[in-house]
């Protein structure tokens, strides 16, 4: 279960989009007279003049569910699901109407609601991008419905609106994280793509606590396009581009090592030795082993027992010559 999640100015085109069709059904209202688009769009037009301040009135959602939960929905299920979801998001008190579409292989329906409520006020919508993907996660989770497999499997050919943009940012921001290894870097890759970029920091310093991504005058939060993509996401990010790089980077000390070693033996002199060649190039693959490590010397008792060896050999004969 997912939910697309739109706000707009109109309520004469959104209505007139979701009834306007054959393979469309009234499946739940409250507060219109659900008989008449024309009625429809009156009744919503009325309240929303309690706040005539509140330019983007229109709020929409669709839901949708995974082909693979068809035969675990019912008609009547999608409406509960639908009063379950608006309760969680805060909407309420509003005027509301439910539509099923069947115009697509996949179980959705449509909710369109009033932002302005039953009593004039405002119904608040910040945050409610990732308000709305954790609601569904949960009931997705608790119902045994499908989990989808990620954005990658979102059909972007048929994303309108805020949708299509909030994926174009997610698409740039992948390819751009992929390699860069700071922000600047960003901040050009993504300006190339027409994306700009926004910091929040915090009152009275200058400590980045957020940022936020804009395009053809739509913002988001970093979170709201993904969680992966919020200051701290990205920033760490970056740090784990610049990690890798330092460990795949060539280092030259130890090719310095190998020339100073080959000097004192002289392989690449051409110097004869009275041992083979090979044997000095066997030496020098031993010592440049990473594991390498000099033998440890023999023990004190190993030592001192060779050294009692050779003045009693050494008495013995001076004993003898004086005979």
Known sequence: MIAKVITGKSFGGCVRYLLEREQSIVLDSSGVRDYDIKAIIADLNAQRKLRPQLSNAVGHTALSWSNEDRDKLTVEKMVEHAKEYMNKMGIKDTQYLTVLHTDKQHPHLHIVYNRVDNNGKTLDNFNHWH?????????????????????????????????????????????????????????????????????????????????????????????????????????????????????????????????????????????????????????????????????????????????????????TQSRGISR
Not at 207 to 227: C, H, M, N
Not at 293 to 300: G, Y
Request: glycine residues 8%.
């Open 131 to 315: 308000k709305s993907r954790k609601i569904c996660r949960e009931m997705t989770e608790r119902y045994g419905y499908h989990f989808g497999k990620g954005k990658a499997q979102v059909n972007r050919q048929a994303l309108r609106g805020n949708a299509r943009i909030r994926y174009a940012i997610h698409d740039a921001l992948k390819s751009t994280l992929a390699k860069a290894k700071s922000w600047k870097q960003v901040e050009t890759s993504l300006r190339e793509k027409d994306i700009n970029i926004h910091y929040k920091y915090r009152s009275g310093t200058k400590d980045v606590q957020g940022v936020s991504f804009e395009k053809d005058g739509v913002k988001f939060k970093g979170s709201a396009i993904d969680r992966k993509f919020s200051y701290n996401g990205i920033d760490r990010q970056l740090k784990e581009n610049n990690r890798l790089e330092m460990q795949l980077a060539p280092t030259p000390k130890r090719d310095f090592l190998a020339k100073q070693i080959r000097e004192v033996l002289g392989v690449n002199t051409g110097q004869q030795h009275h041992h083979d060649a090979s044997h000095g190039s066997g030496l020098l693959d031993i010592l440049l082993q990473p594991e390498y490590t000099a033998p440890e010397p023999d023990s004190l008792d190993d030592a001192e027992k060779r050294r009692r060896k050779r003045k009693k050999r050494k008495n």
